[in-house]
Structures are given as structure tokens and as C-alpha cells.
T-cell receptor
Framework: DVKVTQSSRYLVKRTGEKVFLECVQDMDHENMFWYRQDPGLGLRLIYFSYDVKMKEKGDIPEGYSVSREKKERFSLILESASTNQTSMYLC?????????????FGPGTRLTVT | KNQVEQSPQSLIILEGKNCTLQCNYTVSPFSNLRWYKQDTGRGPVSLTIMTFSENTKSNGRYTATLDADTKQSSLHITASQLSDSASYICVVSDQVSSSASKIIFGSGTRLSIRP
């Protein structure tokens, strides 16, 4: 069974803290994605990785960075958390090749920055 | 600008009734359209996918339609069940490419089924 897991379901951090969100997939997928989901805005792509150590900026990369050292793991880093980064963060993976294949999502991490 | 708009934003219906959710898009050129279901506190799960040449696709009680000329899609749910309570998200890809930014998500329709 396909599985994407995220390190935390809920996270509370203070302004200025460095935050790490971890995502692991067990499907040997080449593509991995980080999105944030806010009410009324839909999912917005932060970063995308199509291979180990490869990354591509999405629509809203400012304030975020990513790391993909192993195929199964994709990390999202908030260098200095701010209150406007309070959101639901969703990780997804899909098979290689075209990026419009079916994406398999993790359960999400609800991050609150105070 | 490529956009995907869904209506209504929210919908409440009684258990056993049918409903139809709408998705209009301006994405061009078009590659495919997916409908995802997102239960509260969970990530989205794919229900159907349709390419340009497909008009209808069914998955159990879910039937999606696509009119590529008018750039409209609908998701019809038959004989609704309490477990259908969720957000339904329309996702359109503009082409097969290496850029994931070509995948556009609608903001979703929040469906509530009442007993």
C-alpha cells in the first residue's frame, strides 16, 4: 500500500525559530513535492524535487528551502519562521517522468508560528 | 493567468441525495484534469483523471465529466453517504512537462452530508 508519512501532525514554533518538516515515501517515487494549504487559496507549490539533490522552486518559495539527500526523504526548512507561515503543509510524491501523474499525499503538518 | 475555479465553495445535502460539483478552468494547453477527495485532517486522494479525449469517467458512486471545449468539469456524487463529507479538489495540468508549477489546484468544494 502506498504510503507518505510526515514527521509531525501538529507543530507550534516561535517567530525566528528554524523549523524542519520531514516527509518520507515508501513507493520509490522520483518526484516529491511540498505544498502549503490555506483556506480559500487551494494548494500552492513551495518546492518540487525530481531526483536526489535536485530541486525546483514552486510558486511561493520565499522563506523556505528544501533538502533531498535520499530518494525517499524530502525535507522542508523554514530558516526563520514567521507568523505568515502558519499553515497546513502537505507533502506528496509521484512516479518519475511527467510531473502531472497522480500524486500521493501525506496527512499534513499543521504548523502554528506564534 | 492559468486558473481553476470551483463552485460552490460549500454544500450541505441530506444523506442519500445526489449532488454535482463544478470546476471551470482557463489552463491552456490542457493535459489532464483530476478530482481529489480530501477528508478532514488527511491529505487529498485521487478519485478520477481525465485527458482531453475523455468525456466521462466513473469511480463507484463518483462520476466526473469533462467538456474540453467549454473548459468545464463536474463531479457527480450519487446516493451520498456520510463518508462523502470531505473537500473535493479539482486539479488541472497544462502540459506534460518537467515543471511542477504547471499543475493548478482549485480551492475546493467543502461537502457536508447530513443524516
Amino acid at each position: 500500500d502506498v504510503k507518505v508519512t510526515q514527521s509531525s501532525r501538529y507543530l507550534v514554533k516561535r517567530t525566528g525559530e528554524k523549523v524542519f518538516l520531514e516527509c518520507v515515501q515508501d513507493m520509490d517515487h522520483e518526484n516529491m513535492f511540498w505544498y502549503r494549504q490555506d483556506p480559500g487559496l487551494g494548494l500552492r507549490l513551495i518546492y518540487f524535487s525530481y531526483d536526489v539533490k535536485m530541486k525546483e522552486k514552486g510558486d511561493i518559495p520565499e522563506g523556505y528551502s528544501v533538502s533531498r539527500e535520499k530518494k525517499e526523504r524530502f525535507s522542508l526548512i523554514l530558516e526563520s519562521a514567521s507568523t505568515n507561515q502558519t499553515s497546513m503543509y502537505l507533502c506528496a510524491s509521484s512516479l518519475g517522468g511527467a510531473t502531472d501523474g497522480e500524486q500521493y499525499f501525506g496527512p499534513g503538518t499543521r504548523l502554528t508560528v506564534t | 493567468k492559468n486558473q481553476v475555479e470551483q463552485s460552490p465553495q460549500s454544500l450541505i445535502i441530506l444523506e442519500g441525495k445526489n449532488c454535482t460539483l463544478q470546476c471551470n478552468y482557463t489552463v491552456s494547453p490542457f493535459s489532464n484534469l483530476r478530482w481529489y477527495k480530501q477528508d478532514t485532517g488527511r491529505g487529498p486522494v485521487s478519485l478520477t483523471i481525465m485527458t482531453f479525449s475523455e468525456n466521462t469517467k466513473s469511480n463507484g458512486r463518483y462520476t466526473a465529466t469533462l467538456d474540453a471545449d467549454t473548459k468545464q468539469s463536474s463531479l457527480h456524487i450519487t446516493a451520498s453517504q456520510l463518508s462523502d463529507s470531505a473537500s473535493y479538489i479539482c486539479v488541472v495540468s497544462d502540459q506534460v512537462s518537467s515543471s511542477a508549477s504547471k499543475i493548478i489546484f482549485g480551492s475546493g468544494t467543502r461537502l457536508s452530508i447530513r443524516p
